[in-house]
């Protein structure tokens, strides 16, 4: 019976240890993911800061919308879109890419105001809602969501963020890359 107790033990022992061993690595990885996230998120900003001090074409689409809302009154809806553009051979003309978005909006008297920040890929890799003292971030790596960083209420789940891009950027896409 103590041969028996002692194997259980060192099973349990062993299987915490590779657990705490997984969340250590798992730590580290969402550390470099949030560090590539950051270092992206700079670049981008320091993009459109560069092209307006330049005087160059901003590479941004501004989309308002004005409605009302049953139940909520007015909304006035803004989505500024920052992309870049290649030349497509196949095509003849200029692709377009989203590279960053943000959006602010208001549902009755609370304003809201996100972003959005893709890859290479246009794979959503950070999104950050803000209303009032609540703060809502999520972190996207290779693998999926490396971190989530809550302050105050959670104002949107991954899933849902992770939608809202898709839609969109569809949205952009079917404004700016449309075919004649």
């Given amino acids: 019976m103590k041969k028996l107790f002692m194997i259980i033990m060192l099973a349990v022992a062993g299987n915490m240890a590779a657990q705490g061993q997984t969340s250590a690595g798992t730590a580290k990885k969402a550390t470099e993911v949030v560090a590539d996230v950051r270092k992206r998120y700079a670049e981008a900003k320091e993009r459109q800061k560069f092209r307006k001090k330049a005087e160059l074409p901003p590479n941004e689409t501004v989309v308002t919308s004005d409605y009302m809302a049953a139940g909520a009154g007015p909304v006035k809806d803004v989505t500024h879109y920052y992309y870049s553009g290649d030349f497509d051979e196949d095509l003849g ?83 700016m890359n449309r075919e004649f």
Wanted: no cysteine; hydrophobic share 35%; charged share 35%.
């Fill in 93 to 175: 003309r200029e692709v377009y890419s989203v590279e960053f978005m943000s959006r602010k909006y208001n549902v009755g008297a609370i304003e809201y105001y996100q972003e959005f920040l893709f890859d290479g890929e246009e794979s959503l890799i950070f999104y950050f809602e803000k209303s009032g003292t609540n703060e809502t971030r999520y972190y996207w790596g290779k693998d999926g969501l490396a971190k989530e960083d809550v302050k105050g209420e959670r104002l949107m789940d991954e899933v849902f963020a992770s939608r809202l891009s898709y839609e969109l950027k569809n949205a952009f896409h079917l404004l």
